[in-house]
């Protein structure tokens, strides 16, 4: 892919790095399509939570940590995975049951995991995963190393009782997690507003002395620079850090949701005024860091990328009878 030549050696990695979030963030997109695809035509069965619109969320954040730094999130789970660098192949021979996927197509799409990529999961429990990212970063402090983890949750599991006992205790111990809220205003079926007394969701930590920040999710630049400011917080010792990221999502809450919650002229709306990737595009354009021949060149890659993993999930062997057994027990 030919990028178009810059006067400066900053503005070259400046546009390299928006290339990037451009391929990340289409990379997940044409993805999750191809997910859907699959879902359609029986080739994925149980839950399947396509992350269609959120993307700019986790490619902005990711791009703020370190490979060492740890990610756990809820069960919309495909693009965080994609983003901390799991294999295409791995993620889609999970979500169709196939012995090549990351949990060896016992987890499905709400279960995967890749210790290598430091990703500690997809939890279907809604909420689960917080006091578990909270763990993570307690093990960082206890550790006395500097790492950060990202801790996402819904608009939905903010509700929930263990997201308070966690806050409480990260800010009590001044942990370094990073608490995500993706606030795609409907949890499952019901807006956030039905069912959140206070609907600014970035203030919910302000009684543990937590700082928060609402942030425009659908837009990766800010959330990139939003993120480097709450890693820069949690690095320098000074406790946890809420991101209340108001995004949305363009498909139903699962495969089975038909979304007759909302008007196509809402979700219309959206995608014509604030897509992530339509934005992204547009800038590359208008600043003329690419032209359209690199975006096509991008957009041809990233579709082999997501054909070839339908191809391997469809030919992956389905697990073994005697896997019923294992990875249930640790002994230590």
């Keep these: 892919m030919a990028i178009a030549k810059r006067k400066a050696p900053a503005a070259a990695s400046a546009a390299d790095e ?16 191809k997910a859907g695809q699959m879902y359609g035509m029986g080739l994925i069965g149980g839950f399947c939570h396509l992350y269609i619109g959120q993307e700019a969320v986790v490619v902005g954040m990711q791009a ?3 490979p060492t730094d740890a990610v756990i999130t809820s069960y919309r789970d495909h693009g965080h995975m994609l983003a901390c660098g799991m294999e295409s192949r791995g993620v889609m021979a999970e979500l169709t049951g196939r012995a090549g996927g ?22 279907g429990i809604v909420g689960a995963q917080v006091p578990l990212g909270t763990g993570i970063a307690f093990s960082y402090k206890y550790r006395g190393n500097d790492g950060v983890c990202l801790t996402y949750l819904g608009d939905g599991a903010v509700n929930q009782g263990q997201v308070y006992e966690s806050f409480n205790m990260a800010a009590l111990w001044k942990l ?3 608490y995500v809220i993706e606030n795609n205003k409907y949890g499952m079926g019901t807006a956030v507003q039905r069912a959140s ?18 942030v425009d999710g659908m837009n990766v630049i800010t959330v990139r620079e939003a993120a ?38 809402e979700v219309e709306r959206m995608r014509s005024q604030h897509d992530p990737i339509d934005q992204l595009r547009k800038r590359l354009l208008d600043d003329k860091l690419v032209d359209e021949d690199d975006l096509r060149q991008i957009d041809r890659e ?9 191809d391997f999930a469809q030919t992956s062997p389905e697990p073994d009878a005697s896997e019923l057994t294992t990875d249930v027990l640790v002994e230590a």
């Design 64 to 66: 703020a940590i370190r």
């Design 302 to 310: 990233i579709k082999d990328i997501v054909s070839d993993a339908a």
């Design 176 to 178: 370094p997690c990073i």
């Design 228 to 265: 480097d400011k709450a890693v820069a917080h949690c690095r320098a010792g000074k406790g946890p850090y809420i991101l209340e990221m108001n995004t949305y999502r363009y498909r139903g809450h699962s495969m089975s949701d038909p979304a007759k919650y909302r008007t196509k002229e």
């Design 197 to 214: 007394a206070g609907t600014e969701l970035f203030r919910r930590g302000q009684a543990y002395g937590i700082p928060g920040v609402a």
């Design 102 to 123: 990351y949990s060896k197509g016992k987890g499905g799409s709400m279960h995967m995991f890749s210790r290598e990529k430091n990703f500690f999961g997809g939890h």
């Design 18 to 33: 928006l290339v990037r979030y451009y391929r990340d963030m289409l990379l997940i997109r044409r993805f999750e399509e």
